[in-house]
């Protein structure tokens, strides 16, 4: 940390000709010096990264990452192609799609941990960064803000339309429902999701987006969450997502005027939780069943049997309307544009609780919560660093033993 090479990283990532030979080097480079001794207040990489704003230079950081993160993704279309080439190959994936996918059975490419940990920090403490990325890259798509560190597990990439925060989180969601639950990370793609949803809700941002994508995937989680309560309670506390997802939905109801794109968003909302509405209740029985009982998922079930308050007063108020219409006209079974009618008509009679702090969540931080995960994740990439390294000069060999000298 005496002799610092901050500023000879930065010419080479600003310099096109060296930074297509020696760039990728230079930002993992740059991502494990940021990591060194992190937490103690001697790391100078730190505070020199979180203040360069050189367009050059952090289009070059930009650049570097988008090529790697590219290469994984080509990496895993080949992968995907070869694994569903043929006609018995095809066969098996339609059959184990029927049931709950292992975990070894999912695609695997080696995921590139060192690029991820450097868009992590590049993002985290360089605020000029995600401006600059975003005007020279959309193509990737990016978060525009830091919420939790990168997954060291490998998850599907996407093809060449550009995904928003939204999708990945969608994808997300739909594609790991397994025997080996992720739940840690099914959290933080739920506080993804609730993040955003509080800036919207906070500036004012009407995103035009499929939101029902997003309510049937959390509708689905939910089910999955439920047929699987037995097996995922030997290992998890389910009720902490449970209500994570249940407030999902209470901030749709509560402040979806304020973000929804139209006001037929909201109508398919109300639409879409009393069309579902047997899932919610299956959810309230189970909560109900715990809350009631003297073991130990007491207190964490009942936080979502109140959690679910207004969901129910929805269906509750408009399911009776629905059964009364179609009875009168001699409806069997009614279309959703007859349901939305139903629902336009009985607004003014619902009745809702205020349900205090949706919109607030835990600021990140990364050093009281993170430290461990940072810890391993550096431990990894320094491993794989050295492995694939290869010194094609003794006088390099030498040189770089002098640099692991520096203290």
């Excluded at 930065?10 to 940021?34: F, K, M, N, W």
Aim: net charge negative.
């Amino acid at each position: 940390m005496i002799n610092s090479i901050f500023e000879a990283i930065l010419q080479i990532l600003s310099h096109p000709p060296s930074r297509r030979e020696h760039g990728y080097d230079a930002v993992v480079l740059l991502a494990l010096l940021v990591n060194y001794r992190k937490y103690e207040p001697v790391n100078p990489y730190i505070v020199k990264l979180s203040i360069v704003d050189d367009e050059a230079t952090l289009n070059g950081m930009g650049l570097v990452i988008a090529q790697a993160l590219s290469e994984y993704n080509r990496q895993y279309k080949d992968k995907e192609e070869e694994h569903q080439s043929g006609f018995f190959s095809a066969l098996t994936n339609m059959v184990g799609s029927m049931f709950i996918a292992d975990a070894h059975e999912k695609i695997s490419v080696q995921t590139n941990e060192a690029i991820l940990l450097a868009l992590y920090e590049a993002v985290h403490l360089n605020r000029n960064f995600i401006t600059v990325l975003a005007q020279s890259h959309p193509e990737m798509g990016l978060v525009t803000t830091p919420v939790s560190p990168a997954p060291t597990t490998p998850v599907t990439p996407l093809g060449t339309t550009p995904p928003s925060s939204d999708d990945l989180m969608v994808e997300f969601i739909v594609t790991h429902m397994m025997k080996e639950f992720p739940m840690d990370l099914y959290i933080r793609c739920i506080q993804v999701v609730h993040k955003l949803l509080c800036y919207q809700k906070k500036c004012r941002v009407r995103l035009h987006y499929t939101w029902r994508e997003l309510w049937s995937a959390l509708i689905n989680l939910l089910k999955f969450l439920m047929s699987n309560e037995t097996v995922l309670l030997a290992k998890h506390n389910i009720f902490t997502l449970a209500l994570m997802i249940v407030n999902l939905f209470n901030m749709f109801i509560t402040y979806g005027d304020t973000f929804l794109p139209t006001p037929s968003s909201y109508d398919e909302l109300y639409y879409e939780i009393i069309r579902m509405h047997q899932s919610f209740d299956n959810l309230y029985s189970m909560v109900l069943r715990l809350s009631t009982n003297a073991g130990q998922w007491k207190e964490a079930a009942s936080k979502v049997t109140h959690a679910l308050v207004n969901i129910r007063a929805i269906i509750n108020h408009f399911n009776p309307k629905i059964e009364s219409y179609a009875a009168v006209n001699h409806i069997s079974q009614l279309s959703e544009e007859q349901v939305l009618e139903v629902v336009r008509a009985n607004y003014d009679t619902l009745t809702l609780k205020l349900q205090d702090g949706l919109d607030q969540y835990e600021r990140y931080s990364e050093q009281h919560k993170e430290a461990a995960f940072f810890k391993e994740l550096v431990r990894s990439i320094s491993t794989n660093v050295r492995r694939n390294l290869a010194f094609h000069t003794l006088s390099q060999e030498v040189l770089l033993k002098e640099f692991s000298t520096i203290s």
